[in-house]
């Protein structure tokens, strides 16, 4: 079955600064993949996705890379502020498998 | 409804009670899931409907976890003579297409289950 690493497993980034989190996956096949960011205590939110027929996608301060061959996937928030702080979950699906697999999450704190 | 809708929100019960737990979806989607949530963990499946198709349950990490899915709607999952390593909060997502369409899933806000 899939196998989706993320890390780091916690990040401190100074506010305005940048933040990166990764992802693998091992299922070649995997073709969807979302980002979902999760407050304490709140459900989980989907901010961005990215399907394999593109390598990048971008929604403001929010932008997801594709590696397809690495079978690697990155979110990337630009200019962070205080609200970007929660644990962020990378997810990975395959064509005809509806069962998302999870990261094991990263802890986002910025730092004022 | 304008989300997923579970409840209850908080669930403490005894070790060895039978707990059931509801998932009203998003009106007018066919796909419904289950996760659980373990403290500071990530997301496990749990089980998949779509539609009128048999769900998926492979997830399910005994046979004292069950749930159905009713008219299409309404989802239950049923945990039996629970015990302590069952305590997490379980999420209910569902999404407007299932199989091949990789819709975007959108979650409840949880029960969270405590066993005494």
């Known amino acids: 079955g899939e196998n989706v690493e993320q890390h780091p497993s916690t990040l401190s980034v100074q506010e305005g600064d940048s933040a990166v989190i990764k992802c693998t996956y091992s299922?070649?096949?995997?073709?969807?993949f979302p980002w979902y960011k999760q407050e304490l205590g709140k459900r989980p939110q989907l901010i961005i996705d990215?399907?394999?027929?593109?390598g990048e996608k971008k929604d403001q301060r929010i932008a997801v890379t594709l590696n397809k061959t690495a079978k690697h996937f990155s979110l990337h928030i630009t200019e962070t502020q205080p609200e970007d702080s929660a644990v962020y979950f990378c997810a990975a699906l395959r064509f005809g498998n509806e069962k998302l697999t999870f990261g094991t999450g990263t802890r986002l704190t910025i730092i004022p | 409804g304008a989300g997923v809708s579970q409840s209850p929100s908080n669930k403490v019960t005894e070790k060895g009670k039978d707990v059931e737990l509801r998932c009203d979806p998003i009106?007018?989607?066919?796909?419904l899931y289950w996760y659980r949530q373990s403290l500071g963990q990530g997301l496990e499946f749990l089980i998949y409907?779509?539609?009128?198709?048999?769900p998926d349950k492979s997830g399910l990490p005994s046979d004292r976890f069950s749930a159905e899915r009713t008219g299409g709607s309404v989802s239950t999952l049923t945990i039996q003579r629970t015990q302590q390593e069952d305590s997490a909060v379980y999420l209910c997502a569902s999404s407007p297409w299932g199989a091949g369409s990789n819709q975007p899933q959108h979650f409840g806000d949880g029960t969270r289950l405590s066993i005494l």
């Open positions: 990215i399907r394999s027929n593109v």
């Open positions: 409907f779509q539609g009128n198709s048999a």
């Open positions: 299922d070649s096949a995997s073709n969807y």
């Open positions: 009106s007018g989607h066919t796909a």
